[in-house]
């Protein structure tokens, strides 16, 4: 957790942590450092897209990526308005997303509330909060407000709260506002939760552009997160507890197996042992009989024995060279890919040496994750090269993948990730299909591309035949696909 708290800059805990709009975190110093001002060309540049060529960047194939120049897609084209006013820009260090701010620059960020206090609380902050920020009713060193009396104008921390404004009493009826980060169209603390746009807005937004949305109490709304976090923990220990369960079991029935195949091994080995021994004290026992017979000084009765031991001797030595072979090991393997695949593999890394980039295209490389996670896939995104939204560009086995269509002079963000099937189902098939085409997912991959779409009005239908054992789906009663 440490890691979370310290600076991607300067390595040291968070000191007056601001909030960037991409939701990573800064020291307010740190974030200073990093603003640069807005030139007027930045500006044009930055605005001038209307005149430029638009190009789409879709995944077609599953072994490359095929652009075509279309307008009103997505490559090329920001994800937001315009930033008339900008005068300062940062490039988050974490993301590299751009930031566009005001006049009052790095300043203007809303401060990060809830890390300040968890780093405060696991003792890594040892300066004191900001003047604006900190408890009115402090002795010595102040620590950073929670809370501010609307009747009182006073700001408390939580031990200055709890001895000098209980709730009870003759303060009971005042009102306490929680600190918190304001409303940055307004500047008002939020009052509400919007479920639609899943941001908290003040009661001015709620008039302005939130009047058809659905809405509740910050409180509420906080409090239906953190149990459905809460929830979602318990389902996940609950998981992980059976996978843990069902991994221990199959590892003791695998070592029991281990072990049978050995006992059984080593009894095959004793018994073949045994036979040898007795076959060859059978042969020691004829040999020396042989030897005595050869003694014999009465001829008849040397020659009644005689053939008698050579046929014996003959069948022992045949018997001898005729043994069977020793047992073989026993073939144990070990098929743990079909548990791996339940485990989501680790990331890609970005082969840099083997990236490149040339006029409107890019060639992107990564490396596999390492052992032992399965990996059935990779995706690729790419970002708009103006920060925005990342889309996804390719879908498929292969560890490169070439992208045209981009812009000239602009900065594109990419990233890849592998996926094995874990979390979906392994055995399930679907289709997908649009005006001009449909294609097939199994497993993660995709399959049966066919440039037919589905007319508006078409029956899309999908048979499984249990007794031929088929499933078949269709477009207006024709076949697109049979497995």
């Not at 315009?82 to 300043?107: Q, R």
């Not at 490149?356 to 060639?363: D, E, F, I, L, V």
């Not at 294609?439 to 048979?463: D, E, I, N, T, Y």
Request: proline residues 6%; aromatic residues 6%.
């Amino acid at each position: 957790m440490e890691e979370e708290l310290r600076c991607f800059v300067c390595k040291e805990f968070y000191r007056e942590p601001v909030l960037l709009p991409c939701g990573h975190a800064l020291c307010r110093v740190c974030a200073v450092g990093l603003q640069s001002p807005v030139h007027e060309a930045d500006g044009a540049a930055a605005t001038d897209y209307q005149e430029a060529d638009k190009a789409s960047v879709s995944s077609e194939t599953d072994s490359g990526v095929v652009c075509g120049s279309r307008p009103n897609s997505y490559a090329g084209t920001p994800a937001a308005t315009a930033y008339h006013n900008a005068a300062f820009s940062l490039t988050c260090p974490v993301c590299t997303k751009h930031v566009y701010l005001d006049d009052n620059g790095a300043e203007g960020l809303p401060p990060f509330r809830v890390m300040r206090t968890i780093v405060e609380r696991f003792g890594g902050v040892t300066g004191a909060p900001p003047a604006e920020e900190a408890c009115q009713m402090c002795e010595g060193e102040r620590r950073a407000a929670i809370v501010r009396c609307e009747q009182c104008s006073v700001r408390y921390c939580a031990g200055c709260r709890d001895a000098w404004h209980p709730t009870r009493g003759p303060l009971a009826q005042h009102e306490l506002r929680t600190l918190g980060t304001t409303c940055t169209d307004h500047g008002s603390p939020p009052v509400l939760y919007c479920n639609t746009c899943l941001v908290p807005i003040c009661q001015r937004c709620v008039n302005e552009r939130h009047s058809s949305h659905v809405t509740q109490p910050l409180s509420s709304a906080a409090r239906a997160h953190k149990d459905s976090c809460e929830e979602l923990e318990r389902q996940i220990d609950q998981v992980c507890g059976e996978v843990a369960r069902a991994v221990e079991a199959r590892r003791d029935e695998l070592v029991r197996a281990a072990r049978a195949s050995r006992a059984h091994a080593a009894a095959e080995t004793r018994a073949a042992t045994s036979q040898a021994a007795q076959r060859l004290r059978e042969a020691t026992a004829l040999l020396h009989f042989s030897i005595e017979a050869l003694k014999e000084s009465d001829p008849a009765a040397f020659l009644q024995v005689g053939g008698i031991l050579s046929a014996r001797a003959q069948e022992t030595a045949a018997a001898l060279g005729a043994r069977a072979p020793p047992p073989a090991p026993p073939a144990l393997t070990l098929d743990a890919d079909p548990v791996l695949r339940a485990v989501p593999p680790g990331a890609p890394t970005m082969a840099v040496e083997l990236c490149a980039a040339r006029g409107c295209s890019c060639t992107l490389a990564w490396r596999a994750p390492p052992a032992p996670r399965a990996v059935r896939g990779y995706v690729l995104e790419l970002d708009d090269g103006l920060g925005g939204p990342f889309r996804e560009v390719y879908c498929g086995r292969e560890t490169i993948c070439t992208v045209d269509g981009l812009h000239y002079a602009s900065l594109y963000s990419a990233r890849v990730k592998a996926f094995n099937g874990a979390g979906s189902d392994a055995l399930g098939w679907a289709m997908y299909i649009d005006a001009r085409r449909s294609w097939f997912v199994h497993g993660g991959a995709h399959a049966g591309r066919a440039a037919r779409g589905a007319a508006r009005g078409a029956a899309v239908g999908v048979l499984l035949d249990l007794t031929r054992g088929t499933l078949r789906f269709t477009v207006d009663d024709q076949p697109r696909y049979i497995l």
